[in-house]
């Protein structure tokens, strides 16, 4: 039990030590200037720009759709208001048409 305590805590000694000669490293790089480093965080920044770049376009792309389709039924209904207009004018003169013709073959 104790040796398990011991390998816990020397573990976590361990990870510590470890960490902090990482964070050290880092540092040090950042101060000398290391151009890797750098480059790193620049590509990482790039790629995120580009990641965000992307996830508009896909959305500007969608609205953009959703907008056309929108605009498309809003012409086909007024196409199809207007042609049943016509049909029924059309109708309407028909009926006209055979009432006036009717009222003539009576007299």
Known sequence: ????GLQLKSDREARIAARRKRIQEKLAAIRQ?????AQEATQQ???SKTNQQ???????????KDDTQTAVTAV???GDELENSRR???????QVRCQHTSIIQLQ
């Open 1 to 4: 039990m104790a040796d398990d």
């Open 33 to 37: 200037g290391d151009s890797t480093a």
């Open 45 to 47: 920044q790039e790629s």
């Open 54 to 64: 992307l996830i508009e376009s896909s959305r500007r792309l969608l609205r953009l």
């Open 76 to 78: 086909r209904v007024q």
């Open 88 to 94: 029924q004018r059309e109708e309407h003169m028909r």
